[in-house]
Each structure stands twice: as structure tokens, then as C-alpha cells.
């Protein structure tokens, strides 16, 4: 027989155990069009495909006081990838990227009532403490998933209110007392992780999403399908998941060659960690933020030719002897297989003069009443204020949709923007053609509103600028105009994403 912590799959089995509390991204680099980091988690439409790096989180921790360590160095990681040594090509300390976290309530079951104590006043302390220590774009949703549906519901949509959070989790613990247990079987676990994953929020920067599941009912199944399940999870999200059990001393933890816990094994596999030994749900959720909060980027050109990737991360012998011994968990593997994201946005590489003016004869409208509504925004690069990069967030519904031979549907738009003086002079004009093309749902799609970016010269003198979509089958067409000042008050941006 061994524990649960014997068979996790991101587990070295010495003391010097990593812990990637974020999990591993696949990133396009092309030569000719710059890709930033910080988009890792929202899939973009990419020029070349050249270079690829593999891009993760790491936290290390202190084993005997649980402390994160903070003041690790590029030098100090060794990581293997399929069993070949990488060297660590870009790293960064406490990454600026979001969290979304969900927060996943489980309910007590009759013997848990009986033998437990109920949620209390100072659980629900731990949690407004774990959450008030969040960044101030990091979300919080709650969801559970116990009672007669075969899925999880979602209690509270991502949120920046941290008290509203922290009350519908505590609500969560109390009203799920006594209720029927939800069905933790595999393929109820994946839908789990599936719905989680199509409602994260929607951020400029791809949040880094956080799965937190509270006391879920342990099953046991075949070691062969589990393992799958894993390689299909992470396959499809980066999503960093928790089990906090809150289990009695006593209660029947065992695995074997055979079966083995479904929840801590995931928990391992993603990323995260099992806590199957926690008194306090709250206590467990301060462990969670506070290591989210001191984590580590690192970047690697990955082995080629492979879709299955294992990976393998350690100090230094010199590091470990440093910081003596450490916790250090990680991700099992990544995938490089390529999965279509809800929306492909291509544009057309050249317009021509002719065809910029059939498509806008009148120049830019100024209709009040735009029938595509969509926002937009902007910030110039780190090393000139004369280049700046637009983010065009528009929904779906308003655009006409034809369908394609393979069952996805595909719509035609152009953008055009001004650029304005303070008194409405037009300085300069750009018009861009794209192509849509909306998948097929599959469960894992997120369901994010349809993303444009536009890079542009800001010509001297620019006061706002001017947007406008057009529909180009239906003529359907919305504006949005854009203070130049706000964007050049934004965070710049730099090769490895948003400079603070």
C-alpha cells in the first residue's frame, strides 16, 4: 500500500521537492511579430510560428516552517524536459499576471455531521484574510457541487468584491451541510473542470486560474485512467487545482498499484497540492494566496518533436545546500498539441488603396448609436511612445455568422481607426480587414468575448483615437473612441509583456 503523497506524479521522491504553483504554457515567439507573455493563457491569433518557449510558475517553500523562499535566482533551477537538460532562457520573480480563483464547496455528509464541527466564525476570518491578500485584479467565484445535478454550479461569478466572496464562501460551507453529495466520478470531475474553465473572467492579461475544491468526496479508480484524465486536463487548461479535504485522523487514505485518489492525484498532477491533513478550510485557502503571491517565472526552449512532455525541476546542489531542505512541487507535463481557442482572428496581410475605399467611401462614421457595441484599449511600448498597441474586445452576437463546410461559422469585419487632434482633425487613418472564424464548442472552450489586437504608428499631436467595427456582410457597424492620454498613462509594454 502507499499514501496518496507516494504516488503523486509532480513529487521528486526526496526532500527537495519543487512546487509550480502555476501551470505550464506553451508560448509562440515569431521572429517578424512580437507575442507577449503575458497573453500565455489567451490563445492569439500568431504571424510565424519560429520559436516556442515553455513558460511556468514556480513557488518553493521552506519545509519545516512552510515559508515561501523569495530571493531564488535564475541559476539556482535545474529543469529536464522528457529527460533532457534545459537552460532556464527568461526568469522573473512574483509575475504581475492575475489570479482568477474558484472556490468550490463540497457538502457534509451525515458522518462528517456528526463527527466534525460546523463552519465557524473564525473559518470564515481565515477566508477574509486569505482573500484580502489577493492583488487588486485577481477574482474570486464560487461555485459548488453537491445536491441532484450531475454538474457543478456556479453560486458567484468571478468578482473583485472581496467581502461578497468571502461571505458566499462561508455561506457555501454553511448551506451545504447535510445536503446530498455530488458525484466526484471522473467524468463529472472533468465537467467539473471544464465549466470552471469556459467562465473565467475576461483580462487583458490572461489570468492564471485557481481551482479550489472543498472537502470533495474521495473515490478511488484505475491508476491507467486517471493518469488520463490528468494528461487530458492538462492538455486543455492551466488551471492549478487544490484539494482541501479536511478529512478526520483515522480516515481510510490508501492507494495501490491498482486505484489510486482521484482528487489528490489531479491536485499533484495540475500543479497544486492535496490537503488531506487541514483542520481549516480557511487556513488552507491563507497557505493557497500566500504562495500564489511568491512565485517565480521561468522560460525554456523545449525539446523538439515530442507532443508529451515530462517535466523535472530541482535546485542546484549549490542551492540546496544554500536553503537547505525545500518543497518544491510542479505541473507533470505539458502538451504541445494545438487547441483552437472559441475564435480565430486573421487579418488580411495588405489592403489595397481601391479596396480601403470600397470598404469605407465615407470615411470614419459618426453615428450615436452603435448596433456592434465592443470597449478598447491601448498602451505604447517600453521604448517608444510612438508605437502603441490596441486590444478591441467585441461580442459575437451582433455579427452575422455564415457557416463552413468542417461546422465551424466565420464573419467578415473591418476596423478602421483615426487618429484625432483636439479639435477633430483627422492626423492619420488605418483600415484593417479580418476574418473570424468561431469554432466548435468542446467543453473546454472559454467563453471570452472575440479579441482584436492592432499595432499602429500614433502620429504627433494625437488627442483621441477612433474606432470603428463594421459588419461586412450586414453593414452593422459600432464606435468607440479611445483618450490617447489614457494610453499613454497604461502599464508599457515590453517583449515579456506588461512593465509595471
Not at 227 to 247: K, Q
Not at 368 to 396: C, M, W, Y
Request: hydrophobic letters at 40%; a negative charge.
Amino acid at each position: 500500500m502507499h499514501s496518496p503523497m507516494e504516488f503523486s506524479p509532480g513529487r521528486e521522491p526526496t526532500k527537495r521537492i519543487l512546487r509550480l504553483l502555476m501551470p505550464v504554457s506553451v508560448i509562440f515567439l515569431p521572429i517578424l511579430a512580437i507575442y507577449f507573455l503575458g497573453r500565455a493563457i489567451h490563445p492569439q491569433p500568431v504571424l510565424a510560428t519560429i520559436v516556442n518557449l515553455v513558460v511556468v510558475n514556480v513557488q518553493v517553500h521552506d519545509e519545516k516552517t512552510g515559508k515561501p523562499i523569495t530571493d531564488l535566482r535564475a541559476e539556482d533551477f535545474e529543469i529536464t524536459d522528457s529527460g533532457e537538460p534545459v537552460r532556464v532562457a527568461y526568469f522573473r520573480s512574483e509575475p504581475k499576471d492575475p489570479i482568477a480563483l474558484w472556490v468550490v464547496n463540497d457538502c457534509l455528509r451525515p458522518s462528517e455531521l456528526r463527527n466534525r464541527r460546523a463552519p465557524t466564525a473564525e473559518n470564515g476570518a481565515n477566508f477574509a484574510v486569505a482573500l484580502k491578500d489577493l492583488g487588486a485584479q485577481d477574482t474570486v467565484g464560487v461555485a459548488h457541487w453537491c445536491g441532484n445535478h450531475d454538474e457543478v454550479e456556479i453560486d458567484l461569478a468571478p468578482t473583485l468584491d472581496r467581502e461578497g466572496a468571502s461571505a458566499a464562501v462561508l455561506a457555501g460551507l454553511h448551506g451545504m451541510a447535510g445536503c446530498q453529495p455530488g458525484r466526484t466520478n471522473m467524468q463529472f470531475v472533468e465537467k467539473a473542470f471544464q465549466l470552471l474553465q469556459a467562465n473565467l473572467p475576461v483580462l487583458e492579461q490572461g489570468p492564471l486560474p485557481v481551482f479550489v475544491f472543498l472537502r470533495p468526496n474521495q473515490v478511488y479508480v484505475a491508476r491507467d485512467d486517471v493518469e488520463g484524465l490528468a494528461e487530458e486536463i492538462l492538455s486543455h487548461t492551466t488551471a492549478l487545482a487544490y484539494d482541501v479535504g479536511e478529512r478526520q485522523a483515522g480516515q481510510r487514505q490508501i492507494s495501490s498499484d491498482a486505484k489510486i485518489s482521484l482528487m489528490p492525484y489531479l491536485s499533484e498532477a495540475t500543479g497544486g497540492e492535496s490537503f488531506s491533513k487541514t483542520t481549516s478550510a480557511g487556513e488552507a485557502l491563507q497557505r493557497i494566496v500566500a504562495g500564489l503571491q511568491a512565485r517565480y517565472l521561468l522560460a525554456w526552449f523545449p525539446p523538439a518533436n515530442q507532443n508529451w512532455h515530462e517535466i523535472k525541476v530541482r535546485l542546484t546542489k549549490a542551492a540546496a545546500a544554500r536553503y537547505g531542505d525545500v518543497v518544491l512541487t510542479y505541473r507533470s507535463g505539458y502538451s504541445t498539441k494545438r487547441h483552437p481557442s472559441r475564435y480565430t482572428v486573421a487579418e488580411k496581410t495588405e489592403l489595397s488603396k481601391a479596396e480601403r475605399d470600397s470598404i469605407a467611401p465615407e470615411g470614419i462614421a459618426t453615428s450615436s448609436q452603435p448596433l456592434i457595441p465592443f470597449d478598447a484599449d491601448g498602451r505604447t511600448f517600453k521604448n517608444s511612445s510612438q508605437h502603441a498597441e490596441f486590444t478591441l474586445r467585441v461580442s459575437d452576437e451582433p455579427l452575422s455568422w455564415s457557416a463552413m463546410p468542417e461546422g465551424n461559422d466565420r464573419s467578415e469585419i473591418t476596423v478602421e481607426v483615426a487618429f484625432l487632434s483636439e479639435g477633430g482633425k483627422i492626423f492619420g487613418r488605418e483600415v484593417h480587414e479580418f476574418s473570424i472564424v468561431r469554432n466548435k464548442h468542446d467543453g473546454w472552450t472559454r467563453l471570452n468575448p472575440i479579441v482584436i489586437s492592432i499595432v499602429s504608428d500614433i502620429p504627433t499631436d494625437t488627442h483621441r483615437i477612433r474606432f470603428q467595427i463594421r459588419d461586412r456582410a450586414t453593414g452593422r457597424m459600432g464606435i468607440f473612441e479611445l483618450p490617447m492620454q489614457r494610453v499613454l498613462d497604461a502599464p508599457k509594454r515590453g517583449l515579456y509583456g506588461v512593465i509595471a
